[in-house]
Each structure stands twice: as C-alpha cells, then as structure tokens.
C-alpha cells in the first residue's frame, strides 16, 4: 500500500512561496492563462474542503514515512516537559522511528494553546502542556522521527459538561461512566465537525497523521441505550436497528473525518478494540472492524495481553504475550484479507505491568515480554506497531526489529 501520495504536481519555476504554512493553488483549467495564487492557510479552510484537487498544503515540515511505523505513546505533559529529551534518545538510538503524542487528550483538553484567533482559540479548550507544538515538530524533524497526532474524539468530559445537549443525559444530569467521565453522542454532526476542526488543525502544524482514539460509544452503552436521553441527529429516521444506527454513526464519521483531511495530505489511523476484529461487529459500542478499516490508512487495534479475558484457547493471556499476539494477528490478517483495500495493520502492543490483574494472572512485563509480541506480529507478516505504557517508561534493551 502507498504510504503517501501527492495532491498535484506545482509548477516550481512560476510560484512565489508566501511562507511555510502555506497552500498553493493553480486554476490548471484556464491555461495557457496560467497563474498560480498563494494563499494564507487561515483565510483558505472552507475553499480547500470545498475544491480539494486544487489545492496543495505544505506545513513547511518534511517527514518521510519510515519503513515501518515502530512508535510509542507520548503524553502532553511528557512531550512539554524534560522526559522528552530521554523519549527522543530513546528513538533516535534505536529502531524505534515514531511518536504519537497527545493533541486532544481523554477529558477532551487540547494539549497546547492555540494561536489568538485560531479556529481552536475560539473553543477555549487548550492547556499549555506543550508550549510550542510547532518547535516540538522541528525537533522530531531534524531526528526523523515520524509525528502522530492523537486525537480523542467521543469520549470528552470537557465538551459533555459545558454542552450537554451533544451528550447522554441521566435524568438532569450528565451521564458519567464508573470513572467518572463523559463520552459525548456520536449520533451528532457538531461533535464530528468539532473533532475535525482539532485534527486539521494539527495538521497545519506539521503532524503527518492524525491517529483518532475513542471513536466509538461507551462502554456497555446497550445495556443503558434506553434509560439515557440523548439526540438520534439525522439517524432518527433511518429504517435500521439501534445496533446499526451506531455502527452506521461510528462508521461514518471515520468516512468524513478521513474525507475532511484530505486537502492537508495526512495519513489517517483509528484505534479499535482487539476483540473487534473477532466479531462481525461490537453491538454496543458501534465498532465494526472491517467497515472502520475502509475507510482509514491505518489500523490500530489495541491487542495488549492483559485486556483480554480467556481467549483464543488461553487462559490467561498476560501470561503469555507470544500466544496471544499471534492468535489475534491469524484473525486479523484474515478479516483485512477480505477487505479489497486494507489499511496497514499497526496494532498496540503492551510495554506495562498489569498487576491490578492479580496475583497468578499477570507477570512484570519488560524486555523479553515486548519483544515476545513483536516477534509474533512480524512472525504473522505484521511489521508496524506501536508501544503503549501511559507514564512513557518504557523497557530498556528492546530489540524492536527482530
């Protein structure tokens, strides 16, 4: 599968470059007339999204797609604080090649202030953890370390409570899961146009994907589909069950998202759940895997071992990270097989300790346990991956090209 692709080619020699940031437009259809325009990003959004194959972004930031993705998970307060200059060693002294660094994290927080008068400055939702996402980038440049924007999109504490119209509601109050936060309703179009706004906007700043994490309804929400009030949007009237109204919700933003980004010339990814990709669809939160895989560049299922219970014949999974990596990737690559063009398969893989599993049920994770995953993944003819441990320390030694 090509990894990227060019929007169309520009003329070099009769262009005028603005700036880095910039979008460049040639109106080819009235040659021999020619004449290139120079737009400013900020006054060209709605043009771009409307007449795409004119347009060209340049972010001004060159990042070659690696051979294959090998990346961790970077916090905001990781990537704004001193733990980046180790995490950037980390990757610049191994095979590892790629960040995928919060830019909307999980109480729906943005993860740095936005430029006054940005379309994102006006939705008030940033936090200075990363003080210059911009510098931040040149930096990931000059290392060649592939940058991914993560991007949490339905579950949002923050937008849930300031606008409760676009949440579930529990009577009078909003609706909040045993962890005490809010998702907010895939059903509605503000909320996707909203996510959008976030992921183009970390596009303008040079990230190269946007990976969407949470694209789905909570957890268990058939069990509490009907005692929940909440707006159906424009699948009220759709002649399908409620199981299929959220696949179709979950589904199509992933479509428009992807459809959105387009002129900015970035990869798309999307988290999924693991065991997704073992049924035709998980009813309650509205994944379907195959249909999600359509319509993104990337696939990113979350297989750590210790989230699964017995499966795949094993009865304790987080005892066994070969086994079970290898299991899920056999029914993976046979649900990609079947799709006419399947995403690259980029799953997470687990670089953390789950003692809260209890004594007997876990064992310490570290080098030969990461290692045993990876291995199981290219050993099924999967070679991209990337490591999840949420306080960014992650095992020393690895081989992570074996």
Do not use: C
């Not at 936090?127 to 993560?150: H, N, S, T, V, W």
């Amino acid at each position: 599968m090509a990894k990227s692709w060019k929007w169309l080619a520009i003329y070099a020699a009769s262009i005028s470059v603005a700036s880095a940031g910039n979008v460049y437009a040639a109106e080819e259809d009235k040659a021999p007339d020619f004449t290139p325009r120079s737009y400013h990003v900020a006054e060209l959004d709605s043009q771009v999204l409307a007449a795409s194959s004119l347009y060209a972004f340049d972010s001004g930031l060159d990042f070659a797609y690696p051979d294959a993705v090998r990346g961790i998970f970077v916090t905001a307060n990781s990537a704004g604080g001193e733990r980046f200059d180790s995490l950037i060693d980390l990757v610049d002294e191994s095979d590892l090649n790629a960040m995928v660094i919060d830019i909307k994290e999980d109480f729906g927080h943005l993860t740095y202030i936005p430029e006054e008068g940005s379309v994102l400055a006006e939705l008030d939702m940033g936090q200075g953890l990363i003080k210059d996402p911009r510098a931040m980038l040149e930096r990931l440049e000059e290392k060649e370390i592939y940058p991914i924007a993560r991007v949490v999109v339905f579950k949002d504490t923050v937008l849930a409570e300031e606008r409760p119209e676009l949440t579930f509601m529990d009577g009078d109050q909003v609706w909040k899961n045993n962890r005490g936060e809010s998702f907010v309703n895939p059903f509605m179009k503000e909320v996707w146009d909203y996510n959008v706004k976030v992921a183009i906007e970390a596009a303008k700043l040079g990230f190269k994907e946007i990976q969407f994490d949470y694209v789905r309804f909570p957890e268990g929400f058939e069990n509490r589909a009907e005692s929940l009030s909440y707006s159906l949007g424009d699948y009220e009237e759709a002649d399908i069950d409620p199981t299929q109204k959220r696949v179709e919700a979950v589904t199509d933003f992933v479509a428009y998202a992807r459809e959105q980004l387009a002129p900015y010339g970035v990869e798309v990814s999307v988290d999924i759940f693991g065991y997704a990709a073992t049924l035709p669809e998980a009813p309650g939160i509205g994944q379907n895997f195959s249909k999600i895989s359509e319509n993104v560049d990337v696939i990113s299922s979350m297989i750590y071992p210790s989230h699964w219970t017995s499966y795949f014949g094993i009865a304790k999974p987080d005892l066994e990270p070969y086994q079970l990596v290898a299991e899920y990737a056999k029914v993976e690559n046979q649900v990609l097989g079947a799709l006419d063009n399947p995403p690259v398969s980029r799953p997470w893989l687990q670089d953390f300790t789950a003692s809260y599993l209890g004594a007997g049920n876990y064992m310490n994770y570290g080098k030969p346990e990461v290692e045993a995953q990876i291995k199981a993944l290219h050993d099924n003819g999967i070679d991209e991956y990337l490591l999840w441990n949420a306080g960014n320390s992650y095992s020393p030694g690895v081989d992570y090209t074996p």
